[in-house]
């Protein structure tokens, strides 16, 4: 969780995200940060979302969930 | 599905590419964007210059100057032309075909089979399947593929998903047949039911072009576009191809009995910088065996990149040496292509200027 929080933070350019943070008020939260995203659960959990996937999501807990419920499917 | 061709080559290849070049720092003042974004964006994608054409310039005077440069400096004689195939997503009309036009404007023989096929990113490698099956004709000993977009019409200067990637250029390769018992294998796949990924609303029969159609949308994210415009559903498009490339360049290297370590580069189409370091980490493939430098010296020049990535990274190499090449294109369709060849010695392979 930690680790995956400090890619979030990475992507968002910020010294630190939170749980409860909602990825969506940061004004760095763009197509090319959404896209990042997707890069990087690519690369670091094997994961293949789209862009869609991401719509419902606010927090980062809700995408640390999203790649949890993902990863063990 | 596979394919196996024998005795084919790549003589070589030319990249007309249009003076007028134009830098990111400067378009990205039209982008309805902060400015710190657009910097981050050239920064991770590798926006940098690109070449665009004057609004009135169109594939068959990309391609008459190169093959006119061809015949002038005798490295090609108009009568050796047997057949001219044309790849290409922005012809000169509707009707009739651009390959038509542009024997016309050559005055080449009338023993030319000439043929456009509607392909864009994927097109070099589907141009040069077609090329080695009309080679299988006695009659055809050199065919001239040209693959040639100047989508950079069609692209919305208001829309930062596409504006600043998209390169015009036109390639010039000319194939023939091999003297030594060379044997290509290629593979290629096709999903027509992702065709909305990547596409022009209007324009065709479907949605013809109208007053409505030229009207600005707001279309999200701060990006202004029409439907007469190019669309790409860029995420979809990125998903793509990390997950179909990597399948299909390690199916044809099973298909061919080959390893990936035997081949001495990986020439993708260049969509951006970003996608393709991503997919050569997927890939575990070395970035100095797969480049990705096209798009920030010339923008993504659709189905001549491939051409244009070997005229750049290898140019004076596989004029002197022979090197064994994948290449792998991916675009609109969805159409997914890949090729394992040997490249080398060309005759001639360069860039070149359309004024």
Known sequence: MNEFLTKIAGILEVEQIKETDDLKAFPQWDSLAVLSVIAMLDSSYGLNLHAADLEPVHSAGDLWKLVQSRTAA | ?355
């Open chain 2, 1 to 355: 599905m596979n394919f196996t061709y024998r005795r084919k080559r790549i003589a070589g290849t030319f990249v007309v590419l249009p003076a007028n070049e134009r830098l990111f720092v400067e378009e990205m003042k039209n982008f309805n964007f902060p400015e710190a974004r657009s910097l981050k964006l050239k920064e991770v994608m590798g926006y940098n210059k690109r070449r665009m054409v004057q609004p009135d310039v169109c594939v068959s005077d990309l391609a008459v100057f190169g093959m006119k440069q061809l015949f002038d400096r005798g490295l090609l004689k108009p009568e050796e032309v047997d057949a001219l195939i044309v790849v290409t997503q922005t012809p000169d009309h509707l009707m009739p075909p651009t390959s038509n036009i542009i024997q016309g404007r050559l005055g080449l023989k009338q023993d030319t089979f000439c043929l456009d096929l509607n392909q864009a990113c994927a097109g070099f490698v589907i141009g040069l399947m077609q090329a080695f099956m009309l080679l299988e004709q006695e009659s055809v000993r050199k065919v001239v593929l040209v693959n040639a977009d100047v989508l950079s019409r069609k692209a919305s200067p208001k829309d930062r998903n596409i504006y600043p990637l998209i390169g015009d250029a036109a390639s010039i390769t000319v194939i023939e047949r091999d003297v030594d018992d060379s044997v290509i294998h290629a593979s290629l796949k096709m999903d027509g039911a992702r065709h909305q990924a990547l596409m022009i609303p209007a324009g065709g029969m479907r949605h013809p072009c109208t007053p409505e159609t030229a009207v600005l949308e707001d279309v999200g994210d701060h990006n202004l576009r029409a439907k007469d415009h190019l669309y790409m559903d860029g995420s979809a498009i990125f998903n793509f191809v990390q997950v179909e490339i990597p399948p299909l360049i390690e199916g044809l290297l099973a298909h061919a009995g080959a390893s990936l370590d035997s081949v001495d580069y990986v020439l993708c189409h260049q969509p951006n910088r970003f996608m393709l370091q991503k997919l050569a980490d997927k890939m575990k493939v070395p970035y100095a065996k797969m480049p990705n430098n096209v798009v920030e010296n010339f923008g993504n020049n659709s189905g001549a990149t491939i051409p244009t990535s070997i005229a750049l990274n290898l140019g004076g190499r596989v004029k002197e040496n022979r090197c064994r090449v994948v290449l792998a294109g991916f675009g609109g369709g969805l159409t997914w292509s890949a090729m394992l060849m040997d490249l080398g010695k060309l005759a001639f392979c360069e860039l070149i200027d359309y004024p």
